[in-house]
Structures are given as structure tokens and as C-alpha cells.
């Protein structure tokens, strides 16, 4: 069995115990939730709640079936976070209006990941900063089927199921996810 | 996979190994809760499925009885449907009568 210090290795879907796979998920599942929700302690929440689902709902399943379920609890865990967050912004939000005069859709003061400039980024030529910040700013659809797609390495037929959407938009988010950040960072990856 | 993607992808799996102490520490943490956590019971799992199909039946049952009583009830007011034998027997006995008293008048 790893240790907590292994690098979070790796896609294999063989038969393993359910603890070896949490170890080998844990950071790459993390890293998407706070990527996803721009904060650290909700990141942790997500990852906390979508671990002990599965290790109560899912335990007993197949191993090969542990890593799109997890994906799609965890999505669906960050989707829970962002539209708790937009109920309590559209609740409260005028107050901070009231102090601050901002005229700003209250989504977009929300999470902070994509108010990192992927141009201000590339300058300073820390290209994987730059790519977190590229991807943070992607539309959220898009932005989990390239999590899923490239980071992950899920099949297509697996980030529909973890995405809960057909195979066929699967392919056109991830398409439209990897034009977009190739003209964002193209300067990077040459 | 063309290169970008496989150059994205080993970016970001780089940065996996790039998490401070700290970060790593509660998510061991919140993965030994995880596991410590008894797998829920298989009905617990079907909660949501065994609720449905009992709501499902409530409102079959709703709707099915005040049906069931509309076919039941007379076809107009004051006009009981009957069944039951003792009043055809009954009436065949005032039947008789009336005939009879009918037969003595004559």
C-alpha cells in the first residue's frame, strides 16, 4: 500500500481495496475541487463528503466502477457548493452592494480561480500556474470534461458517465475546452 | 491525444506533488474518516426507491377508492342498488300480497 507521500498515481482501474484507491485519487480530486471552487477549505468539504459516499454506497461495487462515481459525486458535490453560493449571494449580496457600490454580477465575485489572469500569468512564464488559471476559467461543462478527459484520463464513455450527459457532449465540450485554452496559452505549449 | 493535451496533462499531474504538508495531512485525514465510516445498510440505499413506490400506491389508492365507490352508487338519486337477497325475497312476499288483496277486492 502507498504512503500518503506518493504521488497520486494513477488511472489503473484493476482490482484494488478501496483505501489504495482513495490514496491514488485523493490529491488529482482535491486539486479539481479547488480549482473548480477557488477556495481551499471548500475543496477539502467536497473531497471529504464524496469519499465517505462512496465508501458507504459504493465500497462493495466493482473497482473498475470506484472512478466515475467518485468523479461524478464530486461534481456533482462542487455543483451543490456553487449553487449554495449563489442562493446566499443573491440573499446577502445586496448588502455588499450597498457598502460597496459594485454594480457586478454577484457569480462572478464568487469564486476567485478565474479572476487569475492567464495573460498577467504567462508573463511571468510559470506555464502551469498559467494552465490552472486558463482552466479555472473555462465554462464549468467544459472545464470538467477537460479535468475528466485530459487530467484524469477517462475514456469518453466514462466522463459521460461521471458528467451524466451522452458521449457526444462529452466531445464537444472537451473540443471546445482544448481550442480554448490552446489559444490561451499557445504561447506555452509550442 | 496530441501534444498539447499530453503536455497539459503532464503539467497538471505534476502538480499534484506540489501540495504543502498541511494539505496533504487533512486529506489523510479526511480519508480515514471516510473509511471509518460503516457502509450504510443495502435498504438505507433504497430509501428514495422504496418511498417512491409507496407514495406511488398512496396516490393509486386515492384516486382508485372514491372510483371504485362512483361505480358503487345508484345511477340516480333515491334509486338504491341492492343486493342483497333477503329484499328480492321480500319483494317477491309483497308481491304476493298485493296480488292477493288485489284477487279479494275482486
Same mark, same amino acid.
Given at each position: 500500500?502507498?504512503?500518503?507521500?506518493?504521488?497520486?498515481?494513477?488511472?489503473?482501474?484493476?482490482?484494488?481495496?478501496?483505501?489504495?484507491?482513495?490514496?491514488?485519487?485523493?490529491?488529482?480530486?482535491?486539486?479539481?475541487?479547488?480549482?473548480?471552487?477557488?477556495?481551499?477549505?471548500?475543496?477539502?468539504?467536497?473531497?471529504?463528503?464524496?469519499?465517505?459516499?462512496?465508501?458507504?454506497?459504493?465500497?462493495?461495487?466493482?473497482?473498475?466502477?470506484?472512478?466515475?462515481?467518485?468523479?461524478?459525486?464530486?461534481?456533482?458535490?462542487?455543483?451543490?457548493?456553487?449553487?449554495?453560493?449563489? !442562493?446566499?449571494?443573491?440573499?446577502?449580496?445586496?448588502?455588499?452592494?450597498?457598502?460597496?457600490?459594485?454594480?457586478?454580477?454577484?457569480?462572478?465575485? !464568487?469564486?476567485?480561480?478565474?479572476?487569475?489572469?492567464?495573460?498577467? !500569468?504567462?508573463?511571468?512564464?510559470?506555464?502551469?500556474?498559467?494552465?490552472?488559471?486558463?482552466?479555472?476559467?473555462?465554462?464549468?461543462?467544459?472545464?470538467?470534461?477537460?479535468?475528466?478527459?485530459?487530467?484524469?484520463?477517462?475514456?469518453?464513455?466514462?466522463?459521460?458517465?461521471?458528467?451524466?450527459?451522452?458521449?457526444?457532449?462529452?466531445?464537444?465540450?472537451?473540443?471546445?475546452?482544448?481550442?480554448?485554452?490552446?489559444?490561451?496559452?499557445?504561447?506555452?505549449?509550442? | 491525444?496530441?501534444?498539447?493535451?499530453?503536455?497539459?496533462?503532464?503539467?497538471?499531474?505534476?502538480?499534484?506533488?506540489?501540495?504543502?504538508?498541511?494539505?496533504?495531512?487533512?486529506?489523510?485525514?479526511?480519508?480515514?474518516?471516510?473509511?471509518?465510516?460503516?457502509?450504510?445498510?443495502?435498504?438505507?440505499?433504497?430509501?428514495?426507491?422504496?418511498?417512491?413506490?409507496?407514495?406511488?400506491?398512496?396516490?393509486?389508492?386515492?384516486?382508485?377508492?372514491?372510483?371504485?365507490?362512483?361505480?358503487?352508487?345508484?345511477?340516480?338519486?333515491?334509486?338504491?342498488?341492492?343486493?342483497?337477497?333477503?329484499?328480492?325475497?321480500?319483494?317477491?312476499?309483497?308481491?304476493?300480497?298485493?296480488?292477493?288483496?288485489?284477487?279479494?277486492?275482486?
Amino acid at each position: 500500500m502507498r504512503a500518503d507521500s506518493d504521488g497520486a498515481d494513477d488511472s489503473g482501474t484493476g482490482a484494488m481495496d478501496i483505501e489504495a484507491f482513495l490514496r491514488s485519487i485523493e490529491r488529482r480530486g482535491f486539486l479539481m475541487a479547488r480549482l473548480a471552487l477557488g477556495n481551499e477549505d471548500d475543496a477539502l468539504d467536497a473531497m471529504q463528503d464524496t469519499m465517505m459516499r462512496l465508501v458507504q454506497r459504493y465500497a462493495n461495487r466493482p473497482s473498475a466502477e470506484w472512478r466515475p462515481l467518485f468523479y461524478r459525486m464530486l461534481h456533482n458535490r462542487i455543483t451543490d457548493t456553487r449553487r449554495r453560493r449563489a !442562493i446566499s449571494s443573491r440573499l446577502f449580496g445586496w448588502l455588499e452592494r450597498r457598502d460597496d457600490d459594485e454594480t457586478q454580477d454577484p457569480l462572478e465575485r !464568487i469564486a476567485d480561480p478565474a479572476a487569475l489572469d492567464p495573460g498577467r !500569468i504567462a508573463a511571468s512564464n510559470e506555464t502551469a500556474e498559467a494552465l490552472m488559471a486558463a482552466v479555472a476559467a473555462l465554462p464549468q461543462r467544459q472545464q470538467q470534461a477537460f479535468m475528466l478527459r485530459c487530467w484524469e484520463g477517462l475514456s469518453t464513455a466514462e466522463t459521460a458517465t461521471a458528467m451524466g450527459c451522452t458521449e457526444g457532449s462529452v466531445k464537444t465540450h472537451y473540443s471546445r475546452a482544448v481550442h480554448t485554452l490552446r489559444g490561451r496559452l499557445g504561447e506555452h505549449y509550442a | 491525444m496530441n501534444s498539447f493535451e499530453e503536455e497539459a496533462r503532464a503539467t497538471l499531474r505534476a502538480r499534484e506533488n506540489t501540495l504543502d504538508g498541511t494539505t496533504l495531512a487533512r486529506l489523510g485525514a479526511a480519508r480515514r474518516a471516510a473509511l471509518a465510516t460503516p457502509a450504510a445498510p443495502w435498504w438505507r440505499l433504497h430509501v428514495p426507491a422504496l418511498g417512491g413506490a409507496a407514495l406511488a400506491v398512496a396516490v393509486a389508492v386515492a384516486v382508485l377508492m372514491p372510483m371504485q365507490e362512483q361505480l358503487r352508487a345508484p345511477t340516480r338519486a333515491g334509486e338504491p342498488v341492492v343486493e342483497d337477497p333477503q329484499f328480492y325475497e321480500d319483494l317477491d312476499f309483497y308481491m304476493w300480497l298485493s296480488e292477493s288483496e288485489m284477487g279479494s277486492h275482486g
